[in-house]
Every structure is written in structure tokens, then in C-alpha cells.
Nanobody, 120 residues
Framework: QVQLVESGGGLVQAGGSLRLSCAAS????????MGWYRQAPGKQRELVALITSGGNTNYADSVKGRFTISRDNAENTVYLQMNSLEPEDTAVYYC??????????????WGQGTQVTVSS
């Protein structure tokens, strides 16, 4: 069994910053890509940022220059530093990880989500 646990969400004023964390635990042999997604009310879930096991990153155009994704491979943890937050960033943020288990099986896992609310 694999679990992803997110933390760091909350309420912040526009222009402020938040840092999200997501720790993976369980029967993990290795983790390939890790990413952050978000879903605002009435909208589809969308990719925010992605980071490969080698550290290559990819960002949604709407967050480029404001958000930074990073990871600690030794701790199986991914972070999302969010600066210059805007009301449009308000959403539930989910982490995602492509996990290979000791059994050899590989699949994507999701965290439970953490609410980020940006007030104007």
C-alpha cells in the first residue's frame, strides 16, 4: 500500500506565498514523475507542475515564474512553493506520484487534496 499525504494549504491574501508538501510512504521501490494538480469549483482538474526523478520540471503557463516545484528523493517528498498568489489560484491542490512498488507493479497515486484559498 502507498499513501500520499499533503500539507501546507490555507488562506492567504493576494500577493502572498504558500508552500505545499506531499510525502509518499508505504511499499515504495522508486518514484518516477511527481506532480501537483489543482481543481477549482466547476472546473476540471489541471496540471500545475511536474518534476521527473532527474529533476526536470514542467509548469502550466499560468504559474510560470510564480511557482516552483522541487523534490527530495531520499524522503519521497515533493514540494510546491507558490509565490505572488492570485485569487485565480484558489483550488484544491492534489499531489500525484508515479510509483513502482517492491512487487514490481507501477501505478499513479493521488493525495487527498489540500485547499488553497487566495483572497483579493
Amino acid at each position: 500500500q502507498v499513501q500520499l499525504v499533503e500539507s501546507g494549504g490555507g488562506l492567504v491574501q493576494a500577493g502572498g506565498s504558500l508552500r505545499l508538501s506531499c510525502a509518499a510512504s508505504g511499499s515504495i521501490f522508486s518514484i518516477n514523475d511527481m506532480g501537483w494538480y489543482r481543481q477549482a469549483p466547476g472546473k476540471q482538474r489541471e496540471l500545475v507542475a511536474l518534476i521527473t526523478s532527474g529533476g526536470n520540471t514542467n509548469y502550466a503557463d499560468s504559474v510560470k515564474g510564480r511557482f516552483t516545484i522541487s523534490r527530495d528523493n531520499a524522503e519521497n517528498t515533493v514540494y510546491l512553493q507558490m509565490n505572488s498568489l492570485e485569487p485565480e489560484d484558489t483550488a484544491v491542490y492534489y499531489c500525484n506520484a508515479d510509483v513502482r512498488r517492491w512487487s514490481g507493479a507501477t501505478r499513479y497515486y493521488w493525495g487527498q487534496g489540500t485547499q488553497v484559498t487566495v483572497s483579493s
